[in-house]
């Protein structure tokens, strides 16, 4: 049971270049999340997934694009990355009962683009 | 609007005394409140929550939590800080009847720091 993966742990882009970060949970969870972290700025959400086959936008969706084809799978991609995309991004999932939502976070992508 | 505020960036305890990392929130209607530590170089992972019941909740590592409908508070405490609590805390807050708005309002985090 590895909880929530992600790849890569870290990665460089020049300005302009495409990528696309993997998330995979292997928990069953309805709900997958993507974040970015910056000093001073706390954790700010880029968009979510209530389900396979769904994606919502949330704080800060600008220049990002998901998709979520599999239930174990939330995929984030920058199509023209920009220096302002430099931070750390975590993946999270979570489920929901009547015990309320407790969220599982991958170990974070280390992102800069020059 | 609903936010969340941790008001110290950074706390210091010594090792053995009792340490509180505060949070504030504002929210419309009930909330569900939550803690979240992050060590060094890995993900957040969960410390507790309150959503219904007793105010003062129990989590992991000892940690525990008094949740203050009057003033707004959830602060985060412990009786007796070990050197291994040292790490940045997040507060959180969703309203209860937030249905499929999946948004939790984060805390900017407080770094805590437990000395020898």
């Known amino acids: 049971n590895a909880g929530v993966t992600q790849t890569p742990k870290f990665r460089v882009l020049k300005t302009g270049q495409s990528m696309t970060l993997l998330c995979a949970q292997d928990m069953n969870h309805e709900y997958m999340y993507w974040y970015r972290q910056d000093p001073g700025m706390g954790l700010r959400l880029i968009h979510y997934?209530?389900?396979?086959?769904?994606?919502a936008k949330g704080e800060v969706p600008d220049g990002y694009n998901v998709s979520r084809l599999k239930k174990q799978n939330f995929l984030l991609g920058l199509e023209s990355a920009a220096p302002s995309q430099t931070s750390v991004y975590f993946c999270a999932s979570s489920y929901e009962d009547r015990m309320g939502e407790k969220l599982f976070f991958g170990s974070g992508t280390q992102l800069s683009v020059l | 609007a609903q936010s969340v505020a941790q008001p110290e960036d950074q706390v210091n305890v010594a090792e053995g005394n009792p340490l509180t990392v505060k949070c504030t929130y504002s929210?419309?209607?009930?909330?569900?409140l939550f803690w979240y530590v992050q060590y060094p170089n890995r993900g957040l992972q969960f410390l507790l929550k309150?959503?219904?019941?007793d105010n003062l909740v129990k989590g992991s590592y000892g940690f525990e939590a008094e949740f203050n409908k009057s003033q707004t508070s959830f602060h985060l405490k412990k009786p007796s800080a070990l050197v291994s609590d040292s790490a940045l805390y997040f507060c959180a807050v969703r309203a209860v009847n937030a249905g499929n708005n999946r948004k939790l309002i984060w805390g900017l985090g407080t770094s805590l720091a437990v000395n020898p």
């Open positions: 929210v419309s209607g009930n909330p569900y």
């Open positions: 997934s209530v389900g396979e086959g769904t994606t």
């Open positions: 309150y959503i219904t019941g």
